[in-house]
């Protein structure tokens, strides 16, 4: 008896026939309709109009498997999603960010996949779960923060998050605010560069006047603040602030014992500010409980794919655009680039190529028409993770309880980076396997078993 599953709609994502049509039997064994799609794009674009109960992903890699999770939950945020893969080294990193993603390994089976589809499908009925973290990432350093962002969360204490404009500071504030439990919390910007002694609007909406914060600690409900630059806040402003933070005044607006948590955002020179006398150290002290240090775009070049192919689908939704990907040629010239603006700057262009549709316009203007050039093996090579990747790789092995030896890390540190180029090199020439395996220098043959080998089909 098939019974509940009779009407159940499944969509298959793989670009392998043969495992494709194998995934598809099972399926139809459970009872489901399975619809299926070899191409990305497509898949997507059809998405909201098929509306189906799970999707199933098969993937490759780690940074495949972020992209696929990222695209499908920012058009179904609340959509189960199985992702299938013979390497299950990343399923665990894929949990810590996504709610309702269930990662399978090869070989599979009916009862398994039933089980799977059960689970899922009874989360998806629990109200309350978020669909990501939108810290976009794969570098230790963003997933360290995230860590940090679910601790925070769970106290009350003031939060000082350091980086440079454009880091996603902010966005890390908010994303404090919106793990808390508290319903009835209330979060209020106040920004200090547009700080005055009378009550002004600032651009996106936040607060300008200390007088104005003071009615929003003044209520029953707990409330978080973010103050923004704190390093160019106007003196005099940093003792007015004072008077709302520390109780050694004798200042103490009524709730504020157990209603107001303060996140403040500033810039690497703050310590330098303090230093010389032109920021309050009493201030300074008094907020900084709890640090959070954002590394620059730059520092964490790993992320940048992953976050072009995020915003990517961002704007291709809001924009109501065809799905597309961000070419191998245009990816190697952002992972060249330094990123003043850091992630702000990378959203801003993927935004203006989403637009006007025309990717070579924005990389031949400035500031990418002046980015080195280089061919196609030194853009690998550049693409190569870095020491704290390889650190992150051992104790990943160490928790897994792999084989420790130093021929154990050897093989493994080999197998790792051979992998990485054969998909770099595939992916810079549109997944053409015969001019991938020409770029590497390797027989067409040598190529096909690699990728089967390496599951990157």
Partial sequence: MLGVYDSHKVVILDQDTVRRELLKSLI??????????????????????????????????????????????????ALPLVLISNYDGFFKDINEVFSNIACLSLPLDARGLKDCIDGLLQRRQESGYKSFSPLVGTSREISHIRKMVKELSEISTSIFIIGEKGSGR????????????????TFVKLDSEQLAATENVSDDGGITSILELEQFISGENRVTILVSEIDRMPRDFQAHLLLLVDKTT???????????????TAKDRIAALVETNQFRKDLYFRLNVMTVSVPPLRN?????????????????????RSFFRISPKAKAVFGRYDWPGNVAELENTIKRIVS?????????????VDAVKSNGVTDMLNSLPGTTHIIARLREMIDRGADFSLRGICEDFVQ?????????????????????AGLLKISYKSMLNKIKEYNLA
Wanted: net charge negative; hydrophobic share 40%; glycine share 6%.
């Fill in 416 to 436: 790792g980076t051979e992998r990485h180029l054969i998909q770099r090199a595939l992916e810079q020439t549109n997944w053409n396997r015969k001019k991938a």
């Fill in 356 to 368: 006007t549709g025309n990717e070579k316009f924005v990389l031949e203007a400035p500031p990418f």
């Fill in 300 to 320: 964490r070049r790993t992320d940048i794919n992953l976050l072009a192919d995020f915003f990517t689908y961002k704007y291709c939704l809001e924009f109501k």
């Fill in 28 to 77: 139809v064994e459970l009872g489901y309709v399975p619809l299926c799609f070899d191409n990305e794009a497509i898949c997507y674009e059809n998405l909201e109009v098929i509306a189906p109960d799970v999707v199933f992903c098969m993937t490759g890699s780690k940074e495949g498997a972020f992209r696929r999770s990222y695209a499908i939950k920012l058009i179904a945020p």
């Fill in 170 to 185: 902010e966005l890390i504030a908010r994303t404090i605010f919106e793990n808390t439990t508290d319903e009835d919390s």
């Fill in 250 to 264: 004798g200042y103490t607006p009524p709730g504020f014992d157990n209603n107001v948590n303060f996140i403040v």
